[in-house]
């Protein structure tokens, strides 16, 4: 990690800080090794279920949450409607493993920005990233033009 902390500081924009939620240790930690390739990309945070990840994302106020969309305790499509309240800054992006159960329309419908299988491949999941930062990022601007 101390590498990519040296990477990070000298890139000359700040990376996009993301928090995982998934309720499996094994697609976090696939996640975030993933994730660690990519100098514009930094993991801040993982939770285990949905209420977790809403709390973490309060807190943090990540750029970015990645959302599995079937969990305990509280599934992501309830979690994503709470970050979206609790961290209107934090783009949600929906992952699942059943893309055709309609989740993703109930993900959308919740505030996700964007849904993908999690068998997307990983380029294809950080471009998706990039996509919901700079949205997020020209929202804003526009926001603080409005003012």
Same mark, same amino acid.
């Given at each position: 990690m101390s590498n990519l902390s040296v990477v990070h500081s000298e890139s000359r924009t700040s990376p996009i800080r993301?928090?995982?939620? *998934?309720?499996?240790?094994?697609? %976090?930690d696939g996640l975030g090794t993933f994730l660690e390739v990519f100098e514009d990309l930094e993991l801040v945070g993982e939770a285990g279920d949905g209420w977790e990840g809403a709390a973490l994302c309060a807190r943090l106020k990540p750029d970015v949450a990645l959302m599995d969309l079937v969990m305990p305790k509280? *599934?992501?499509?309830?979690?994503? %409607?709470?970050?979206?309240r609790l961290s209107p800054s934090?783009?949600?992006?929906?992952l699942t493993s059943y893309p055709d159960s309609g989740l993703f329309a109930q993900a959308m419908e919740a505030g996700a920005v964007s849904c993908l299988s999690k068998d997307v491949a990983i380029d294809q999941l950080a471009e998706v990233i990039r996509r919901a930062h700079s949205q997020k990022s020209a929202e804003c601007a526009s926001l603080d033009k409005e003012k």
């Amino acid at each position: 990690m101390s590498n990519l902390s040296v990477v990070h500081s000298e890139s000359r924009t700040s990376p996009i800080r993301i928090v995982i939620v *998934d309720d499996f240790e094994q697609i %976090r930690d696939g996640l975030g090794t993933f994730l660690e390739v990519f100098e514009d990309l930094e993991l801040v945070g993982e939770a285990g279920d949905g209420w977790e990840g809403a709390a973490l994302c309060a807190r943090l106020k990540p750029d970015v949450a990645l959302m599995d969309l079937v969990m305990p305790k509280m *599934d992501g499509v309830t979690a994503t %409607r709470r970050i979206r309240r609790l961290s209107p800054s934090t783009a949600v992006i929906a992952l699942t493993s059943y893309p055709d159960s309609g989740l993703f329309a109930q993900a959308m419908e919740a505030g996700a920005v964007s849904c993908l299988s999690k068998d997307v491949a990983i380029d294809q999941l950080a471009e998706v990233i990039r996509r919901a930062h700079s949205q997020k990022s020209a929202e804003c601007a526009s926001l603080d033009k409005e003012k």
